[in-house]
């Protein structure tokens, strides 16, 4: 498949995406049967900046122009594990490899099967040379390169049997927020969002606060009470009831916004439901510091990401800041 066909058919998906007709509609309501984390509104989210931000043809085309892309695929076969704690999380890895020209081969996750199977479908029906070019498969044997995502038990294990192969193998990794105690309402709203977006599952959802000495939760508290809705979904509720129950047994002060949990911990990664806060003396100095930390996917506020933007990854925001495309190109 020439590039320019390529990029026709992401746009196709794009305009497809965008017509929400009743084939997508049917999947989506499979795709919440067979994950209930995956709600109706966070499953038209994923959808909605996906199609905003990769699948537009203007788009496509400005940042294909940016590598070495040969017009004609396929060259290599390119081996992708992908995630499933949110909807449609490795889309982005399938998109480069796809306009990339290689051959994508996709071990779905067993949580995350029903949309990508069906984009899968859809572009077949569109144009039949799409089934040379992706496939999806159980066994990624006799790939020539890997992309994998997972945790950091399950990265050793890829990077173990992808060892001889070019790779990337995506680790556990989370978001930080630094705030400095003069954030608008508005702000703090917005950081609800990347917060509790897919219900604070993903790698980009900010799990640890940054506060100066002395800094006031109650305008944060009041903001994350637009995320008590949760409460009245029976597998969040689990986890806030458990993480309650334990802080309570430890006599470990908390706070509370009526369905989340902000605590004193110096760890990056929270628990669901629960959202880790430290002190700290210098703005720049942790910045500085945090900039470096290869845990760290996301940092929100002081000189980072404005508040709100986590989940909106423009076609240019690399997982782990490895640019996949050009890894892509190398091979």
């Known amino acids: 498949m020439e590039l320019k066909q390529r990029i026709f058919l992401m746009d196709m998906l794009g305009k497809y995406i965008l017509e929400n007709g009743e084939d997508l ?39 294909a122009v940016s590598y070495p892309i040969k017009m004609k695929g396929i060259s290599k076969k390119v081996g992708l594990t992908l995630a499933g704690n949110i909807p449609l999380v490795g889309f982005h890895d399938f998109l480069c490899v796809f306009i990339s020209g290689h051959q994508a081969i996709l071990k779905l996750s067993s949580k995350d099967e029903v949309l990508m199977t069906h984009f899968i479908t859809k572009l077949i029906e569109w144009d039949g040379d799409v089934a040379q070019q992706v496939s999806i498969s159980s066994d990624l044997k006799n790939c ?22 070019p790779h990337i193998i995506r680790k556990n990794r989370t978001s930080v927020a630094i705030l400095y105690g003069q954030e608008t309402a508005s702000d ?86 629960c959202i880790h806060y430290s002190y700290y003396q210098n703005e720049q100095h942790l910045h500085e510091t945090l900039q470096r930390n290869d845990q760290i996917q996301c940092i929100v506020g002081f000189h980072g990401l404005p508040f709100g933007k986590t989940q909106y990854p423009s076609i240019q925001d690399f997982a782990d800041g490895i640019d996949t495309m050009q890894f892509l190109c190398n091979l």
């Not at 995502?149 to 049997?161: C, K, L, Q």
């Not at 939760?217 to 509720?237: M, Q, T």
Request: hydrophobic fraction near 40%; proline fraction near 3%; glycine fraction near 4%.
């Open 25 to 63: 509609r049917e999947e989506c309501s499979r795709a919440e049967q067979q994950n209930p984390w995956f709600s109706h509104d966070f499953i038209f989210l994923s959808l909605k900046s996906i199609r905003e931000a990769f699948l537009q043809k203007s788009i496509l085309e400005k940042w």
């Open 144 to 165: 020539d390169a890997y992309i994998a995502t997972g945790s950091n038990n399950s990265a050793r294990y890829f990077e173990f049997y992808f060892q001889k192969y």
């Open 188 to 273: 703090l709203s917005f950081l609800a969002d990347d917060m509790m977006l897919y219900y604070g599952m993903g790698c980009r959802n900010v799990s640890h606060l940054f506060v100066p000495k002395d800094y006031d939760f109650l305008p944060l508290l009041n903001a994350l009470k637009k995320y008590h809705s949760f409460i009245d979904f029976h597998k969040y509720k689990n986890n806030y009831d458990y993480r309650l129950s334990i802080l309570l047994m430890n006599q470990t002060p908390f706070m509370d916004s009526g369905g989340i949990l902000l605590i004193e911990n110096e760890s990056l990664f929270a628990q669901l439901s």
